[in-house]
Structure formats: structure tokens, C-alpha cells
């Protein structure tokens, strides 16, 4: 019966890995293929709409739209990807700790996380960027990693609260092993598969805040080409009816985060699929 509940998720999500490796791979090698250097600046063809020339109009700088979305996925991933990382690394470290500690630490582990969990996270980077200063790829990346870890550091704590008895970690305690040993050795092959789904949905999150800040005028600027650098120029953009330079970045950020949303969907049904069966 478990299998037969289970079958319509256990499709592969082939087309938005498909998509999504291709703009991956178009952005690492557009250099090959873009028409123009994505940093020119042709003042004289500034927000022209597409054409036979520029496929997808140029902006408010007179930048070809075509290259620069190619070139600016670039920053884009890279920031997602740190920043995810970042998190990952912070959310496995604490919430091991919190698994392994007694009650009251645990408990207080616990609520401090859940205060951050209670502040909105693009309060907690506006904030804490503008501390920082002017923003740059690492500036951005390092602010969204250690204010998205939260979440996935429960779920790590879970994880470890069930395997905190076995028998592989009580020998390993008992003959002195370390704390990261036994997080490496131990720990973290049995439970990276069940939050490998919030792993994959934190990259999508952190476009989505970088690109959030650009438009609200506190990300990158725009001489840093990325989506969220291009989404800024959108409110310009709008005032002129220059659709294009909103419409086309904004569909390559939005199938871009689809696409890792779905592909992050299909990591935690199998994972609670396995958990069933």
C-alpha cells in the first residue's frame, strides 16, 4: 500500500534538471557565445527593445540584455551556492551540538534559534549588510549564509537526536573520538540525505534574496553584473515601458528558481518515501 500511495512522486523531475544544467552551463560558458562584451556600455542604443541586432534589447546603460543575462547568472549562482554553503556549514556544526548536548543545553540552543527563526530574514541581512558596508559577491553571500541556517539546523538536530544512541556513535564516544569526528565519520553519511532537500531549496532562496535586494537598491550594484543587479535597472525600466528589461531577467530568475524548488520537492519525497519503506 506504502508503494502504491507513494508511485505518482517517484518520477525524476528530468525536465527541470535538464532546464536548469542547461542555464548552469550557459552561464559558465557564454563567453563562447554572447554577441557582445557584456560590460560595453553602447550609449548610443541605450533601452532599445529586441531586435535582429539585440535579441533581447539592451538597458538603461546601453549593455546587451542577451549577454549580460548570461554573463550575470555568473554572480547569480555563485552567490547562491556560497551562501548555501556558508548556511549548511553553520546549521550541521550547531544543530550536531544541540543533538548531542544535554537538556538544558539543548533547550537553550534551541530557543536561541528559535528567536532568529521569529525576525524576517531580509531584516536580518538589511541589517547586517548595512553594518558591513558596500555590498560585494562575498559581503552578500557570507550575510544570507549566516542568517539562513536556521531552519536546517533543526532538522539536523532531529536527525541526530534518533542517532545519538546507536551503537556505531556510543563506541565511538567511548573511545574518545572527537566531536567533528564523529560528525564526519558518524553522523553525517546518515543524515545529509534527509536535508539534502533544504540544501538544494536554500540555493533557490538565497537568488531569490539577492535578487530581492538588488530591487529593493541594497544588493549589488550594477556595475556587479547579476539578475538581481539587472532586476534594479526594472524600476526605471517600468517608468520607461521598456518591459523587456523586467520580463526576460525576471523569466530566467523565476525558471531558474522553479527549477530548484522542483528538483528540491523530489529530494524530500524520496527521503520520506525511504523513511516509510
Known amino acids: 500500500m506504502i508503494k502504491k500511495y507513494l508511485q505518482p512522486h517517484e518520477k525524476k523531475p528530468i525536465t527541470a534538471i535538464s532546464i536548469l544544467a542547461v542555464i548552469i552551463l550557459g552561464c559558465l560558458i557564454c563567453d563562447i557565445f554572447i554577441p557582445y562584451d557584456p560590460t560595453r556600455m553602447m550609449l548610443d542604443q541605450i533601452s532599445q527593445p529586441p531586435s535582429g541586432a539585440h535579441i533581447f534589447g539592451t538597458d538603461t546603460l546601453g549593455r ?5 543575462i548570461w554573463h550575470g547568472g555568473r554572480i547569480s549562482i555563485t552567490v547562491g551556492l556560497l551562501a548555501t554553503l556558508i548556511s549548511t556549514v553553520i546549521a550541521v556544526i550547531y544543530g550536531t551540538a544541540a543533538g548531542l548536548a544535554g537538556k538544558k543545553v539543548d533547550d537553550l540552543l534551541m530557543r536561541f534559534t528559535e528567536i532568529l527563526l521569529s ?12 553594518i558591513w558596508g558596500d555590498a560585494t559577491v562575498l559581503s552578500i553571500s557570507v550575510v544570507i549564509g549566516i542568517t539562513g541556517w536556521m531552519a536546517v539546523a533543526k532538522m539536523v538536530r532531529s536527525e541526530v537526536k534518533q542517532l545519538r544512541n546507536a551503537g556505531f556513535v556510543l563506541a565511538a564516544r567511548t573511545m574518545g573520538a572527537g566531536f567533528f569526528y564523529i560528525l564526519r565519520k558518524h553522523l553525517m553519511p546518515n543524515f545529509m540525505s534527509a536535508i539534502m532537500f533544504m540544501i538544494v531549496t536554500n540555493i533557490g532562496s538565497a537568488i531569490a534574496m539577492e535578487a530581492t535586494l538588488s530591487f529593493m537598491g541594497l544588493g549589488l550594484p550594477t556595475d556587479i ?30 525558471v531558474t528558481l522553479i527549477c530548484i524548488t522542483d528538483i528540491g520537492e523530489y529530494l524530500r519525497t524520496r527521503n520520506r518515501r525511504d523513511k516509510l519503506m
Not at 546587451?64 to 549580460?68: E, H, T
Not at 530574514?121 to 541589517?127: H, P, Y
Not at 547579476?226 to 530568475?253: D, K, N, V, Y
Open 64 to 68: 546587451d540584455l542577451f549577454s549580460v
Open 119 to 130: 525576525i524576517p530574514q531580509i531584516l536580518m541581512v538589511i541589517f547586517i549588510q548595512a
Open 225 to 254: 553584473i547579476s539578475w538581481g543587479s539587472l532586476m534594479s535597472l526594472s524600476q526605471r525600466a517600468m517608468l520607461t515601458g521598456a518591459w523587456w528589461m523586467l520580463l526576460i531577467p525576471g523569466i530566467f530568475l523565476v
